[in-house]
């Protein structure tokens, strides 16, 4: 069976655990605490060097990890990864975007908030990174205003890996209310079967 | 004919320049100045919304931003895309690696120096990305230690992706010599054939 360690509050570890739900995977959830040290540990280094979460073991003990490196893993041969390597390309694009421009500009301000890192000190630079973090949102809202979904006219991991942060990114300070097309992207990958909510926890937490 | 919009003193380019040489890929080299607003223009920001280099121009008028995007689509086919999906996605893992651990804390701090950004009010920023690049490298050093190449014990797109700014850290203020392995690894990269050095332009620019 596959393990997912993984960070409960991470939008990371929901992209991996929304795309399991989307395929009906079953797996074992290991939950590390990030604040506690659980992903610097010898033994956790073991498996990621890099001393991040997510990280997927396999059944033969490889482990893999990045989000979006699991993403376009556990999706070959579903219908979340498109055929054309056109199509790919763009898919991937989006996920590089979502690393490189959004994630750290929404995602960031969010954990500095949520765990009591927005210090003064840290004040201008949580500022710009919102500001970073609106500019990446309007790139995506003025791409959404023209489509149904990011890529090839349908759902696939570019919208779980888009969508992980951009729906709590007012959590870190960024208001959605300027991104109409984005609000209403949102709802449709909400209304996709087997859709599961950041804070579904799987049934068998370790 | 495929255009290549660069700025050419990019590491992020150059990686799409190094496989378009290695695969004798003909194109042409729109070169774009970063600091007088080239990428920034409506004619730019109407190929790439997110008014980044390089973006790559395909004969049918479809633009592909993102570096590593590029090299996915460009390698297909190729020696440089492994075909086993297990090796795909580690190829994968280690360029989300390099966009999200290595390039802002490698890259970042060369562009910095060199353009004159380095300010006295930046240097504490400065200081943190040059240890989170050292701690990048570190995580490269040590999976390099017992291997060739990144991934599947030969050269992929993941190696190219991470060689671009690798072999300039020192322009950063991150000198190479404590890392042996990797620099073992430079020259594995530079003797391959086909290979072309960062500062090699193109004989068609426009």
Redesign the interface.
């Known amino acids: 069976m596959l393990t997912l360690y993984d960070y409960l509050d991470s939008g990371n570890g929901y992209k991996v655990r929304l795309l399991l739900a989307l395929l009906g995977r079953d797996y074992r959830l290991v939950a590390l605490d990030i604040d506690k040290g659980e992903t610097r540990t010898a033994e956790f280094l073991a498996k990621n ?2 001393g ?1 979460v997510p990280a997927l073991e ?1 059944e033969d003990g ?1 482990v ?7 993403l ?2 556990l999706a ?1 041969g579903s219908p979340y990864w498109p055929s054309d ?2 199509d ?3 898919v ?2 989006w ?3 979502e ?3 959004h ?2 500009n929404v995602a960031t301000p969010r954990y500095w908030l949520r765990h009591g890192l927005a210090t003064e000190a840290r004040k201008p ?1 949580l500022e710009e990174k919102q500001a970073q973090g609106r500019a ?1 949102l309007q ?1 995506v809202e ?2 959404l205003a023209s489509r149904e979904f990011m890529v090839a006219g349908r759902y696939t991991i570019a919208d779980i890996a888009l969508y992980a942060y951009t729906h709590v990114a007012d959590q870190g300070g960024i208001p959605l209310k300027p991104y109409p097309a984005i609000a209403a992207w949102l709802e449709r990958v909400r209304a996709q079967p087997g859709h599961i909510a950041m804070d579904a926890v799987a049934d068998t937490p370790v």
């Open positions: 060097p890099n991040r396999l490889t893999l990890p990045e989000s979006n490196a699991i376009y893993y070959q390597a056109l790919q390309a763009q991937l694009r996920m590089f975007f690393q490189y421009s994630e750290p630079q990446a790139v003025d791409h």
